[in-house]
């Protein structure tokens, strides 16, 4: 499944915001600004995970790999060839590790850094990845992170139980919790 799958409200956001524009820069930067005014940057910190364009239209939120996809896929529906790009070297050549968005508009590329505001940004070193590249990334952050999330419940759920459970004088706590660093180390491979 593609995560750049518009929804229907995200139709008609596009078509009210770009109806009086009269070009496809005029369209970038408007997409740009209603990001900017009714998205906002935010993630649980242990709980994230990338959601998909109707998501990130229908939560109004999301960190900067998502705000990507929902301003490609917004960028899209307004006719503008746009693909995701992650950023390895912002244009002071730092090394960051950021995501962002390329349009290409009258075959000149374009930066487009949705999650800060900024338009026509110049950054050292990027990759451009393509619709399948994106939505398999998603899919592993998803499942690395539900791993990482069960792992961070259920473990210590297991360990105060086993302290319950078994006498501390005898080895069954050690055994018990060399089970669950084993099943631990198998369930974030």
Not at 49 to 68: H, L
Not at 109 to 120: A, L, S
Not at 140 to 162: C, D, F, H, Y
Request: glycine share 4%.
């Amino acid at each position: 499944m593609t995560v750049f799958k518009p929804s229907y409200g995200m139709k008609r956001t596009v078509s009210k915001i770009t109806t009086n524009c009269k070009s496809q820069e005029e369209k970038a930067i408007a997409i740009s600004q209603w990001m900017n005014k009714n998205i906002e940057y935010k993630s649980k910190r242990f709980l994230v995970y990338r959601k998909n364009a109707r998501q990130i239209y229908n939560d109004r939120r999301g960190i900067c790999g998502e705000q990507s996809v929902l301003y490609v896929t917004m960028a899209r529906l307004a006719g503008i060839n746009a693909n995701w790009v992650s950023m390895d070297q912002d244009e002071y050549g730092r090394k960051i590790r950021h995501a962002c968005v390329s349009i290409n508009l009258d075959n000149q590329r374009i930066y487009v850094d949705p999650t800060n505001n900024e338009y026509d940004i110049h950054p050292k070193k990027t990759k451009q990845w393509d619709d399948y590249e994106v939505s398999n990334l998603f899919s592993e952050i998803r499942a690395v992170n539900r791993r990482r999330t069960v792992a961070k419940i259920l473990i210590p759920v297991l360990l105060i139980g086993g302290i319950y459970m078994f006498n501390e004088k005898t080895n069954k706590i050690s055994e018990l919790k060399k089970r669950v660093s084993i099943t631990l180390e198998h369930y974030l491979e």
